[in-house]
């Protein structure tokens, strides 16, 4: 075994090689780029060296600088992960030049199925099943349109050297045909410098079925069973999952000696996944699937595979490529229950699955069990940069069967507390409820055609959203005035008070969202023993709690408990229940009106965290700009600087103070 190996990539691909290296006491190497520096996988390896600026193509995708990083630390190995160079054969056989092994297959293995339309000629002669198409050498736009029309329609066009669903465009009459040949030579040439394209039967109910390979360098070769990925949007996989609903025993055994004869018949070493897609027009038949790829590398959703077989497949690789032997024969796999893999995403479901860049200001994940795994590459703080895939985790549950799986998938998704980003948390919630994915009707086609079930729909905030808001804004209040009355010694002082946190003649206040495009009022009156009753929802709601300074809302609405996350920025305030996300914009009356210009106002603390510096006095005049405070939150510190000239009227905290989000950390006064 090594001693020391490099990971030539980030994220949660990262951190998943460097545990199972851990586990065999492996010393890890960790690369970063300048976005990186601070993230997840740098801090979990051994050892960490930069190579370069944020941009992929100015670090992550420099075999050089990669390389140079292993000579520098001793590393023995290079173990590419996923994306990135895990495909690239000039990268393979660098490693090898420089006296390194990269820990993949050989790199004429990588070529072989580099180009689809190469890979297709070479499967025919294997004798595994492709799908009927054309895949020549010959591009003539006349001979490409006749073999379509041979093919029969709807065909598909691809590009030989494609990926991530580029370059492919469906025909579904011969009119149509010429103008998406040159479309899909047009994009293809765009993205991978090479139009050559090949035409497949378009199968209209298609399944992704594809089969996980192992091999090792003494002849040796596994499948460890299938994985299904047929709930996909825009070509790429949402859900995976392992066994495939339904799969009949002679047909997993047909898929697997086919995948398996797929790598034999290219020299195949280490985990491979030889991708197929089956024809489920008539249900799933022996006969009726076909060899679509090969990825020759570790798949993002191989997990699902490891917790139904009980093996660790980058332990696999690294047995595999420090000489060894596999460790398992093919008798010796079987299935153990099943397995559901959620991709996690930042991004939008109603724009479109646009992606969403940010500051991950609060994430909690389910908690991780026998029956529930988390992989992932961020922390709470952490940013979702624009110049990586915005994947936050992939959430792997396992249970007995599939329906227990599943309720345990949605379960898990709702502990699921994300702020800072959009994420796709209740679009998974819905996919994994939907009646016919539970049914196991899939297809390629599920996301689209249950697309007005599966898209959340924007609501107004329920009542006990609303309710929780509030507490959370009178917690905000109260941590405020507690504290500046300890602070004064004034034990008595109005601020002191726990029956509304200021004085007034009906020790009542009221509170002010704004709620998309609605605003609502709702009025609080503060009983005896710190319990509010609040007015302005569907029915007045007698609410208690305090809001922790993590951000956590342990409340009881009308004498049910409920816990949910809350998390306040500036006038944002998100409340997190289980399974639900909902915003709101705080409007603070005596804020409104007095605007930034006048200098007077309050400045809440933008996130939970301890106040490390108080740079001013009370009375003290101050210019726009001027540092105010030093709040460190999330590792990092955030300094309050007065958002216009001013007289500092009151200061909530001082140093060393924990603060919970939106206290009032202190408030200016305008210049007279
Ligand atoms: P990529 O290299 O972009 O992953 P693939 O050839 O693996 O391209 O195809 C990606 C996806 O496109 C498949 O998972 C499937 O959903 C769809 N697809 C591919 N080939 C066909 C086909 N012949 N008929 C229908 N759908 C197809
Ligand atoms: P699979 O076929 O295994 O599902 P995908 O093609 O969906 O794989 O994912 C591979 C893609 O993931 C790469 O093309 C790249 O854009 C992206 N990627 C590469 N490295 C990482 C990483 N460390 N974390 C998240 N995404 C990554
Ligand atoms: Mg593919």
Known sequence: MFRKILIANRGEIACRVIRTARRLGVATVAVYSDADAGARHVAMADEAVHIGAAPVRESYLLPERIIAAAKLTGAEAIHPGYGFLSENAGFARACAGAGLTFIGPPPAAIEAMGLKGAAKALMEKAKVPVVPGYHGDDQTPDLLA????????PVLIKAVAGGGGKGMRRVDTEKEFAAALS??????????????VLLEKYLVKPRHIEI???????????HLFERDCSVQRRHQKVLEEAPAPGMPEDMRRAMGEAAVAAAKAIG???AGTVE????????LRPDRFYFMEMNTRLQVEHPVTEMITGQDLVEWQLLVAAGGHLPLVQDDLVIDGHAVEARVYAEDPVKNFLPSVGTLVRLRAPAEDAHVRVDTGVREGDAVSPHYDPMIAKLIVWDHDRAAALRRLRQALAQYQIAGVTTNTAFLMALAGHP??????????FIERFRADLIPQPEPASAQTLALAVLAVVSGYRATAAAQAARSG????????????????TGADEIHFRDRDTDVTCRVEYLDGGALRIFGLEHAVVAEGEL???????????????????????????????GHTHKLTVVDPRQAGEGEEGGSGQLNAPMPGKIVQVLVEEGAAVEKGQPLMVLEAMKMEHTIAAPAAGKVAKIGFRAGDQVPEGATLLSLEGEE
């Open 276 to 283: 197929f897609i089956a024809d489920v027009s008539e249900g």
């Open 490 to 505: 004034e034990r008595w002082s109005p601020w002191a008070a726990v029956n509304g946190w200021r004085m007034n003649d």
């Open 212 to 222: 996980q390979v192992f091999a090792d360098t003494h002849g040796n070769a596994v």
């Open 146 to 153: 006749k073999e379509a029309a041979r093919i029969g329609y």
């Open 548 to 578: 922790a300074a993590d951000g956590t809302l342990d409340a009881v609405l009308d004498g049910r408990r409920v816990r949910a996350g809350i998390v306040r920025q500036g006038e944002e305030l998100v409340v997190l229940l289980p």
């Open 268 to 270: 195949y070493a280490g």
């Open 436 to 445: 016919a994915f539970g049914a196991a009707d899939l297809d390629t086609g």
């Open 183 to 196: 479309g899909a030579q047009r994009e293809a040439a765009n993205a991978f410098g090479d139009d050559k």
